[in-house]
């Protein structure tokens, strides 16, 4: 895979990675949000139909009072006058004050005038005898110990849940002795449960608390509402939220569930605002990953696949000499400058490696020139034992340049050398030590062929020591001598050279160290 596909790959995946994580931490941490949010919405429209209905009791109770501290309701628990009846209570008077029930009792707690209307057909009805019973049980709504005495709230009766007041009888200037109870109370119908939504502009629903079958999502909240928890929200749908809540009777027992339901405008504008953040986010992240692959394919892979053409092309043509362009000032920069040495490098070996070939190419023809002029110049006579060199003198002018320029003949060469000039009398010739910095050597011939003379049987071995001690001089550039007789194993002759004082040989040998000494 490419550098540009590898970037490419390594960005998205990272910039995917991130999308992903951040699309999820901003679902949970927004959305949990939004919905905290939505929560603390739905309780507050709770509070507000709660609050609307108390506020429906306090009418009840203001209109209970109006009635109560009168100087004619004070007399007629007290005379039961009809006029009291037929002036006050008789036609629409209930139903203006959006009363369903009104009930006098006298100070012993006897009940002298009860009525009851039907406030959405306008028509008298019959009392609830629900409400009867309840007092004829428990008279305490009906028993007021001073005149500041108050008593409001909600009855759970078999007729429905009932809102009333209970005030003492007192004067129109609110003196006493109390002359008995005023009571009015108004249902909590679906008349006034739309009155309440109209109010609140509230999906509003109430149940008793004791109703046998209640909805799966009152029984729910029914479930889950204590005294540390008095509202409970619970999201139905896609679409809408809950909010439900418990109110208790005026004995402080749980009387009602309230259930307001709402359009869920928060959730929804949650869900709208993370998708407007995502849009966003994929958009910022493309124009990001657009921009840093243009910014890497200017600054980074656009000079990485030059400096890689470049080095390409030096290879494919083998031009050592030519050099990458360093441009800038960064590491790239700094990878081009430090190609450019290791190509200057390579120019400098290479150049050194063709000066050392054509010094070797040199030495070697010389070195074969030598040893062809040993082949035909130098003659040995087996009958004087003498060894003369009539053409030893033009081969050491030969050597002369190699030893001159300071270069070594090779134990190659050597072997060259000995082997060109013996291969007529010996089988083979072999250096077997040759180190030019101990200036040693050890030489092993085998025996001469046949019908050949043989100058290394000489006893003296003079012969042979100097004929070699002057090649190995000329290889080592030193004094050199025999160091011991030749030695005789297996058929085969060795001879040791090192470095030290010439001693005086045969007068032909001296002469031919000399002639080499001389020529170093």
Same mark, same amino acid.
């Given at each position: 895979?490419? /550098? +540009?596909?590898?970037?490419?790959?390594?960005?998205?995946?990272?910039?995917?990675?991130?999308? $992903?994580?951040?699309? %999820?931490?901003?679902?949970?941490?927004?959305?949990?949000g939004?919905?905290?949010v939505?929560?603390?919405?739905?309780?507050?429209?709770?509070?507000?139909?709660?609050?609307?209905?108390?506020n429906?009791?306090?009418?009840?109770?203001?209109? *209970?009072?109006?009635?109560? =501290?009168?100087?004619?309701s004070?007399?007629?628990?007290?005379?039961?006058?009809?006029?009291?009846?037929?002036?006050?209570?008789?036609?629409?008077?209930?139903?203006?004050?959006?009363?369903?029930?009104?009930l006098?009792?006298?100070?012993?707690?006897?009940?002298?005038?009860?009525?009851?209307?039907?406030?959405?057909?306008?028509?008298?009805?019959? &009392?609830?005898?629900?409400?009867?019973?309840?007092?004829?049980?428990?008279?305490?709504?009906l028993?007021?110990?001073?005149t500041?005495?108050?008593?409001?709230?909600?009855?759970n009766?078999?007729?429905?849940i009932?809102? =009333?007041?209970?005030?003492?009888?007192?004067?129109?200037?609110?003196?006493?002795?109390?002359?008995?109870?005023?009571?009015?109370?108004?249902?909590?119908?679906?008349?006034?449960?739309?009155?309440?939504?109209?109010?609140?502009?509230?999906?509003?629903?109430?149940?008793?608390?004791?109703?046998?079958?209640?909805?799966?999502?009152?029984?729910?909240?029914?479930?889950?509402?204590?005294?540390e928890?008095?509202a409970?929200?619970?999201?139905m749908?896609?679409?809408y @939220?809950a909010?439900?809540?418990?109110?208790?009777?005026?004995?402080?027992n749980?009387? @009602?569930?309230?259930?307001?339901?709402?359009?869920?405008?928060? &959730?929804?504008?949650g869900?709208?605002?993370?998708?407007?953040?995502?849009?966003?986010?994929?958009?910022?992240?493309?124009?990001?990953?657009?921009?840093?692959?243009?910014l890497?394919?200017?600054?980074?892979?656009? +000079?990485?696949?030059?400096v890689?053409k470049? $080095?390409?092309?030096?290879?494919?043509?083998?031009?050592?000499?030519?050099?990458?362009? @360093? *441009?800038?000032?960064?590491?790239?920069?700094?990878?081009?400058?430090?190609?450019?040495?290791?190509?200057?490098k390579l120019e400098?070996?290479?150049?050194? /490696?063709?000066?050392?070939?054509?010094?070797?190419?040199?030495?070697?023809?010389?070195m +074969?020139?030598?040893?062809?002029?040993?082949?035909?110049?130098?003659?040995?006579?087996r009958?004087? %034992?003498?060894?003369y060199?009539?053409?030893?003198?033009?081969?050491?002018?030969?050597?002369?340049?190699?030893?001159?320029?300071?270069?070594?003949?090779?134990?190659?060469?050597?072997?060259?050398?000995?082997?060109?000039? =013996?291969?007529?009398?010996?089988?083979?010739?072999?250096?077997?030590?040759?180190?030019?910095?101990?200036?040693?050597?050890?030489?092993?011939?085998?025996?001469? +062929?046949?019908?050949?003379?043989?100058?290394?049987?000489?006893?003296?071995?003079?012969?042979?020591?100097? &004929?070699?001690?002057?090649?190995?001089?000329?290889?080592?550039s030193?004094?050199?001598?025999l160091?011991?007789?030749?030695?005789?194993?297996?058929?085969?002759? *060795?001879?040791?050279?090192?470095?030290?004082?010439?001693?005086?040989?045969?007068?032909?040998?001296?002469?031919?160290?000399?002639?080499?000494?001389?020529?170093?």
């Open positions: 895979m490419k /550098l +540009r596909k590898k970037t490419l790959v390594a960005l998205g995946s990272a910039l995917i990675i991130f999308i $992903v994580i951040l699309c %999820g931490a901003s679902n949970t941490i927004i959305l949990n939004f919905s905290e939505e929560k603390r919405d739905t309780e507050m429209n709770v509070n507000r139909v709660v609050d609307a209905l108390s429906e009791i306090e009418r009840i109770n203001r209109s *209970c009072a109006d009635w109560a =501290f009168w100087d004619d004070y007399q007629f628990v007290e005379d039961g006058n009809l006029a009291y009846i037929n002036s006050n209570l008789l036609g629409p008077s209930l139903v203006n004050l959006k009363i369903n029930i009104m006098l009792a006298n100070a012993s707690n006897q009940i002298v005038y009860t009525r009851a209307v039907d406030l959405a057909e306008e028509e008298v009805i019959t &009392f609830p005898q629900g409400l009867l019973d309840h007092l004829t049980a428990n008279d305490l709504l028993h007021h110990n001073n500041v005495s108050s008593i409001t709230g909600l009855i009766l078999p007729e429905g009932l809102m =009333f007041s209970s005030l003492p009888i007192l004067t129109s200037d609110g003196q006493g002795p109390i002359h008995g109870t005023f009571m009015m109370g108004r249902f909590l119908d679906s008349v006034e449960i739309d009155h309440i939504a109209k109010i609140t502009h509230l999906d509003v629903s109430i149940y008793g608390y004791d109703e046998p079958q209640l909805p799966p999502d009152m029984q729910k909240a029914k479930d889950s509402l204590t005294d928890k008095p409970f929200v619970w999201p749908n896609e679409e @939220v909010g439900y809540t418990s109110l208790r009777d005026t004995y402080g749980p009387a @009602v569930l309230l259930r307001v339901e709402m359009s869920r405008e928060i &959730f929804k504008q869900q709208v605002s993370i998708s407007y953040f995502i849009s966003g986010l994929l958009i910022l992240s493309l124009a990001f990953l657009a921009l840093s692959l243009l890497l394919e200017k600054q980074v892979l656009s +000079r990485i696949s030059k890689s470049n $080095v390409t092309d030096i290879g494919a043509s083998g031009d050592i000499t030519a050099r990458l362009t @360093v *441009c800038g000032a960064d590491e790239l920069s700094n990878l081009t400058k430090d190609i450019n040495l290791m190509l200057g400098e070996s290479r150049d050194a /490696l063709m000066r050392a070939k054509e010094g070797l190419e040199l030495q070697v023809n010389q +074969r020139a030598i040893s062809q002029a040993l082949i035909n110049d130098i003659g040995i006579e009958t004087t %034992g003498l060894l060199n009539s053409g030893w003198e033009a081969a050491i002018n030969e050597a002369k340049p190699i030893i001159e320029s300071g270069n070594k003949i090779t134990k190659f060469d050597l072997e060259e050398v000995f082997k060109a000039h =013996f291969s007529a009398m010996y089988e083979e010739t072999v250096i077997d030590e040759f180190d030019v910095e101990k200036k040693m050597a050890r030489i092993t011939m085998t025996p001469p +062929r046949e019908g050949q003379s043989d100058i290394m049987t000489d006893p003296s071995g003079y012969y042979c020591m100097g &004929f070699l001690a002057g090649l190995i001089s000329l290889v080592l030193e004094s050199i001598g160091t011991q007789k030749p030695i005789v194993k297996e058929g085969k002759v *060795c001879y040791e050279f090192t470095t030290r004082a010439l001693e005086p040989y045969e007068k032909s040998a001296y002469k031919l160290y000399a002639g080499v000494h001389n020529a170093l």
